[in-house]
């Protein structure tokens, strides 16, 4: 998993200083279940570049995932099914994808309210407003 697929993810990830957002992070979630949602090249790219060991990660939630997979490995993280999320109650679900908005805005409406879904990385209200509009 050393390949990076995209100057751009790793160029924006640094613009954003996701490095402050990750010790932010680790901070918060200490001792919380966290399940990342979205397993495309963003966060492929994130994983190579970053440590994300201090968080508590219990698996990658993607729609793309199939069920009946159990115990298969996506980026060395256990594979879930969005339908599987509350079994698994995680403390948070963290989106793990450039174009969060509307994923989130799903997961919060389907997900019992105890299980936080928030953004893994944190965007400029500017960026925001660009992906809400297009």
């Known amino acids: 998993m050393d390949k990076i697929y995209s100057q751009e993810h790793l160029d924006y990830l640094k613009k954003i200083n996701f490095e402050k957002r990750l010790k932010q992070l680790e901070k918060k979630l200490k001792n919380k279940k966290v399940l990342?949602?979205?397993a495309g090249t963003f966060l492929h790219d994130i994983l190579t570049s970053y440590d994300l060991s201090r968080l508590?990660?219990?698996?990658i939630a993607d729609r793309s995932f199939e069920r009946g997979q159990d115990g298969s490995i996506c980026?060395?993280?256990?594979?879930?099914t969005p339908d599987?999320?509350?079994?698994?109650?995680?403390?948070y679900v963290l989106v793990s994808?450039?174009?969060s908005v509307n994923?989130?805005?799903?997961?919060?409406?389907s997900l019992n309210k105890k299980i936080k879904v928030r953004p893994l990385i944190r965007k400029p209200v500017k960026d925001l407003w660009?992906?809400?509009w297009k």
Do not use: H, R, S
């Open 56 to 59: 508590n990660i219990i698996g």
């Open 75 to 80: 980026f060395g993280f256990i594979k879930y």
């Open 97 to 99: 994808t450039l174009n």
């Open 130 to 132: 660009m992906e809400v």
């Open 84 to 91: 599987e999320i509350p079994a698994l109650a995680p403390d």
């Open 36 to 38: 990342l949602y979205g």
């Open 103 to 109: 994923i989130i805005e799903n997961l919060e409406q």
